[in-house]
């Protein structure tokens, strides 16, 4: 019987006078099955969890947030401390634009990122640059998720949008990132939405970021889960 490994939430503690509260997703091996969804469910409820009982610890930070891509092709997310920096991780999803813009349409939308220690590391990289993740969106396995450098391409993009810091629209471009004259390359329009994000760290395998609405309402449309075991 193949094993799969599952989250062991450890409990919470009540004390919120430290930064050093800790709060960790430990695997462990076990031959019962869990569904995709019921570990995303169960990611949701830890880092919700941890959201609210960091209020006063300054583990939370608010990052930049964009994800683009032409409507035809691939979507990238890169994360910035604010729009005008080099991005902190570049992602490469391996889901086309048209596929995840129909997954946001349900209104909210939840994507993990799941992945493995690499073998032979002493000291593993930080989460944020870990190379290749399994990736699931609103419980589904959607492909990969790999992790590259920022090229001259998206800081093109990047640069285009830099004065945005909350929004969404379409920047008509060619395949070498610049603007086109009058009409869109043959991947279509490049299409992004950007967003402030709230990073809440579980340790140094697992984090989250939750998109902040600027409408003020608590409930956030858009997570992203981080975990590796």
Same mark, same amino acid.
């Given at each position: 019987? $193949? ?8 409990? %919470?503690? @009540? ?18 099955? &869990?569904?995709?969804?019921? %570990? %995303?469910?169960?990611?949701? @409820? ?14 939370? @930070?608010?990052? *930049?947030?964009?994800? #683009?891509?032409?409507?035809?092709? &691939?979507? *990238? #997310? ?24 129909? /997954? ?5 939308? $939840? ?24 990736? !699931?969106?609103?419980? =589904? /396995? ?35 990132? =610049? ?12 299409? !992004? ?16 970021? #939750? ?14 889960? %981080?975990?590796?075991?």
């Amino acid at each position: 019987m $193949r094993q799969r490994r599952h989250l062991e939430l450890s409990s %919470l503690s @009540r004390s919120t006078s430290s930064a050093d509260t800790a709060i960790v997703l430990k695997p462990c091996s076990t031959t019962s099955s &869990h569904s995709p969804s019921s %570990l %995303l469910h169960s990611l949701f @409820r830890f880092f919700l969890h941890r959201r609210n009982a960091l209020s006063l610890i300054t583990l939370r @930070r608010k990052l *930049t947030g964009t994800l #683009f891509g032409h409507r035809h092709g &691939h979507v *990238t #997310f890169s994360l910035q401390l604010d729009p005008r920096t080099e991005p902190l991780t570049l992602l490469h999803l391996h889901i086309s634009t048209t596929a995840l813009l129909k /997954e946001m349409s349900s209104g909210v939308l $939840r994507i993990a990122l799941h992945s493995h220690k690499l073998p032979g590391r002493a000291r593993p990289t930080k989460l944020l640059q870990h190379p290749s993740w399994t990736m !699931y969106c609103n419980g =589904t /396995e959607s492909g990969l998720a790999l992790s590259r450098t920022c090229e001259a391409y998206d800081r093109h993009v990047l640069n285009t949008i830099r004065s945005v810091s909350v929004g969404a629209g379409v920047i008509p471009v060619l395949h070498d990132g =610049t603007k086109a004259a009058g009409g869109c390359s043959e991947l279509g329009a490049l299409v !992004y939405m950007r967003a402030e994000f709230e990073r809440v760290v579980g340790s140094a395998d697992s984090e989250a970021l #939750f998109m902040i609405n600027p409408d003020g309402n608590a409930a956030s449309e858009l997570t992203i889960f %981080l975990l590796r075991i």
